[in-house]
């Protein structure tokens, strides 16, 4: 649902990365250029961004993004468009320019307000953040599983490393004093919790590469990890 332009404020350009400016442009312009040098308006410092490598225009209500016939494209949520075709942006949408890492997120509030949100793509058997597809590992796949089963509502670390690696931790404390027996190797309990934190971590990591203004996995201390909507990345979990 689209809303009159002058009850909003303006869409912008909201830069991903310290070598992308203006960190934030008003696209109030006619047509905004992107590229590598000026005239741009809005520069991308990169060696495979093209001097002149793409454009975005106000057109019958909606902004179009167009690459200029660029030498390494431009790409929309990680995937490279047609070059010389036009591009109907969306809010949220994560463009980037020689490269599919997100460079830049597309705002548009006269758009319905969009919020990023993990979801499983049945299709594919991935995860996907906002239109990307996550790159994640068995593990890290797992895990987010688990936390996407529970959406909104903490995991306890034991409840996840149970699910993630298959262990009955209340029957082995239990029986092992806190020590788990993994073939002829004994591991203590924390190192699963260690591994638990890591994968997380790097989880969080795959996310913030796509859009770094948004988390959506937290920890509470004493309870456990939570997946939710996205929250802005000062949010205490």
């Not at 009159?4 to 960190?23: F, G, I």
């Not at 312009?29 to 040098?37: D, K, P, S, V």
């Not at 903490?154 to 409840?159: F, K, R, T, V």
Request: neutral net charge.
């Amino acid at each position: 649902m689209k809303t009159s332009l002058s009850n909003v404020e303006p869409a912008t350009l909201r830069a991903l990365r310290p070598y992308v400016t203006p960190q934030v442009y008003e696209l109030q312009r006619a047509e905004c250029l992107i590229g590598r040098q000026p005239p741009c308006h809005v520069l991308v410092d990169t060696r495979v961004t093209s001097r002149k490598h793409a454009s975005i225009i106000y057109e019958q209500g909606a902004y179009v993004l167009r690459d200029c016939d660029s030498t390494q494209g431009t790409f929309v949520n990680r995937r490279r468009i047609a070059p010389n075709q036009p591009y109907t942006l969306n809010d949220g949408d994560a463009l980037g320019f020689g490269e599919s890492m997100p460079l830049i997120r597309f705002r548009d509030p006269s758009l319905t307000a969009w919020r990023p949100k993990v979801e499983f793509d049945q299709k594919v058997q991935r995860f996907v953040y906002g239109h990307v597809t996550l790159d994640l590992t068995q593990v890290q796949q797992a895990i987010l599983q688990h936390l996407h089963q529970a959406y909104g509502t903490p995991c306890s670390d034991d409840g996840c490393i149970e699910t993630v690696w298959n262990l009955d931790f209340p029957a082995l404390i239990q029986a092992e004093k806190n020590i788990v027996k993994q073939g002829q190797i004994r591991v203590k309990r924390g190192d699963y919790v260690e591994q638990l934190s890591k994968r997380v971590f790097e989880i969080n990591e795959e996310l913030r590469s796509i859009d770094p203004e948004f988390k959506v996995i937290t920890r509470r201390r004493g309870v456990g990890y939570m997946l939710h909507d996205a929250r802005p990345v000062d949010t205490e979990g």
